[in-house]
């Protein structure tokens, strides 16, 4: 199978999809200035355990160092991905504090 992860910029979101066309997931995204923050990452479950997560996650962040932006990780899932994936701690912001 293969999937194919791109940015749709009207939505916020990047989208996987199979070469059906059919959607295996999304990462959710805010933008201001040069600040990323990834939201939420969903997978479909029809394609859980296919690495399509994975996916998603190095796409974007591919995306986000290409663009020269600084990432805020609000995803769980992504968060903890880059637990797992130090070149991306250059672009990462670590530190975050909630505004009241």
């Known amino acids: 199978m293969t999937i194919t992860?791109?940015?749709?910029?009207?939505k916020?979101?990047?989208?996987?999809?199979?070469?059906a066309g059919e959607l295996?997931?999304?990462v959710t995204y805010q933008?201001?200035?040069?600040?990323?923050?990834?939201?939420?990452?969903e997978v479909d479950p029809r394609f859980e355990g296919q690495g399509v997560e994975s996916l998603l996650a190095r796409t974007v962040m591919d995306d986000a160092r290409s663009r020269n932006r600084t990432v805020v990780p609000m995803c769980p899932f992504l968060a903890e991905w880059l637990e797992?994936?130090?070149?991306y701690d250059k672009?990462?912001?670590r530190s975050t504090r909630r505004i009241k």
Do not use: Q
């Open 5 to 10: 992860v791109g940015d749709v910029p009207e």
């Open 12 to 19: 916020g979101r990047f989208e996987a999809r199979d070469e």
């Open 24 to 26: 295996a997931g999304v």
């Open 31 to 41: 933008v201001t200035g040069p600040i990323i923050a990834y939201t939420h990452t």
């Open 84 to 87: 797992r994936h130090h070149d």
């Open 91 to 93: 672009i990462v912001a």
